[in-house]
C-alpha cells in the first residue's frame, strides 16, 4: 500500500495585500497554509523585499553596510535609482530618518520634498516610513501621505500613541498601513481592531509585530510571529489575517556582530560574511515565522534571501 502523507489544513487564510501601481505593483499574502508549506493548500505569493533607503546619509549604519551605496547614499533619489538598476529591488523603503529630533529634526514639508523626489526617481511599489518618534511621526507622515497620493504605498508606523492621526492620513490618500505593536499578540490585535473601528479596511494593514536580530531575542519574535499567523490560519481570526512585516535592516545593523572588526574576534571570521550572513538569518528566519514582507539592506544579504527562496518554492 502506497503511503499517503498527512496534510494539515486551515479554515483561515492571510489577505492579499497589494502596493504600487501595474506594472509595477506587488501583492503579498493570501496563503491559508503556514509558510512555504504549499503542498498543502494554496500558497500564491512569494514574499516581497524592499531595500531599505534614508532621506539623510545614516550616520548609525557601519561601515560595511554603507561600502555598497557609498557613491549614492547622499541623494536619496541616486540611492532609490541605484537600488533599482543596479540591485533590482521590486520594492523600496524610504525611512525618513532625517525627522527625528535627535538626528536633523528636518520638517514634515522637507520629508515631503524627499518622498515626491524618491517617487519621481523610482516607480516601484514603496513604502514610507517614518523614524520611529511617535509624535514627530504623526505629523510627518501626514505631510508625506498626500505627498504620495495616488502611488498606494504602504506607510507607516501606525502605534497606539499615534494610529488616529496616520490613520487618517493613509485613508484620505489611498494608502495601505503599516500597524506596530511590541512584540505582543494581544496588543497586535487591539491595534488592528481600533484602526478598523476608525472605518479603515482591515484589508488594507500591514502587521508589524517589532523585530529582533538573530541573537538578540529573535526566538521572541519567531514565536509572537508564529501565535499571530496561527491566529489567522487556525482560529480563523479576521483581526490577525493581515500579512506580517519584518523590518530586518535596522536592528541587524546595529548589534556587534555586524559591527566588530575581524582583529577584535578572530573567532567570529571574516566581518563582510559574517554581518552578511546576520541579515540573512534573522530575514530568512522571520520568513518561516510567517512574514511576508521584508524591509533588508545589504544586497549579498537579499541575494541569499532570494535563493532561499526560489529554492523553498521551486
Request: cysteine-free.
Given at each position: 500500500m502506497a503511503m499517503t502523507l498527512p496534510k494539515e489544513s486551515f479554515a483561515g487564510r492571510v489577505y492579499s495585500l497589494t502596493i504600487g501601481q501595474p506594472p509595477k505593483k506587488v501583492i503579498f499574502g493570501g496563503e491559508n497554509v503556514l509558510p512555504f508549506h504549499s503542498f498543502e493548500g494554496s500558497s500564491p505569493r512569494k514574499p516581497v523585499i524592499a531595500f531599505e533607503i534614508q532621506d539623510v546619509v545614516p550616520d548609525d549604519w557601519p561601515e560595511e553596510i554603507q561600502k555598497p551605496y557609498s557613491e549614492v547614499m547622499g541623494d536619496p533619489a541616486l540611492w532609490a535609482r541605484f537600488c533599482c538598476e543596479t540591485l533590482g529591488a521590486e520594492a523600496l523603503a524610504l525611512r525618513l530618518a532625517g525627522t527625528h529630533p535627535d538626528r536633523?529634526?528636518?520638517?514634515?514639508?522637507?520629508?515631503a520634498e524627499t518622498v515626491r523626489s524618491v517617487l519621481s526617481a523610482a516607480d516601484v511599489p514603496w513604502?514610507?516610513?517614518?523614524?520611529?518618534?511617535?509624535?514627530?511621526?504623526?505629523?510627518v507622515l501626514v505631510a508625506a501621505a498626500e505627498a504620495a497620493r495616488g502611488r498606494n504605498c504602504l506607510i507607516g508606523k501606525a502605534q497606539e500613541s499615534n494610529y488616529k492621526t496616520i490613520a487618517a492620513a493613509a485613508l484620505a490618500h489611498d494608502h495601505k498601513l503599516v500597524a506596530m505593536s511590541e512584540l505582543d499578540i494581544n496588543l497586535s490585535?487591539?491595534?488592528?481592531?481600533?484602526i478598523t473601528q476608525m472605518g479603515f479596511d482591515k484589508e488594507k494593514i500591514v502587521i508589524d509585530p517589532m523585530c529582533s536580530a538573530l541573537g538578540y531575542g529573535l526566538e521572541y519574535t519567531y514565536s509572537v510571529m508564529e501565535r499571530i499567523r496561527l491566529a489567522a490560519l487556525a482560529q480563523n481570526d479576521p483581526t490577525m489575517q493581515q500579512p506580517m512585516l519584518g523590518d530586518v535592516g535596522m536592528y541587524v545593523w546595529k548589534v556587534k556582530e555586524t559591527q566588530a572588526q575581524e582583529e577584535d574576534v578572530p573567532q567570529w571570521g571574516g566581518l563582510k560574511e559574517r554581518a552578511?550572513?546576520?541579515?540573512?538569518?534573522?530575514?530568512?528566519?522571520?520568513?518561516v515565522a510567517g512574514a511576508e514582507l521584508l524591509i533588508m539592506r545589504h544586497p549579498d544579504a537579499v541575494r541569499a534571501v532570494r535563493n532561499a527562496i526560489e529554492e523553498l518554492t521551486s
Open positions: 536633523g529634526d528636518r520638517s514634515p514639508a522637507d520629508a513604502i514610507i516610513l517614518g523614524s520611529n518618534h511617535a509624535e514627530k511621526d504623526a505629523a490585535k487591539q491595534l488592528n481592531i481600533l552578511v550572513a546576520w541579515e540573512a538569518v534573522t530575514a530568512l528566519a522571520l520568513l
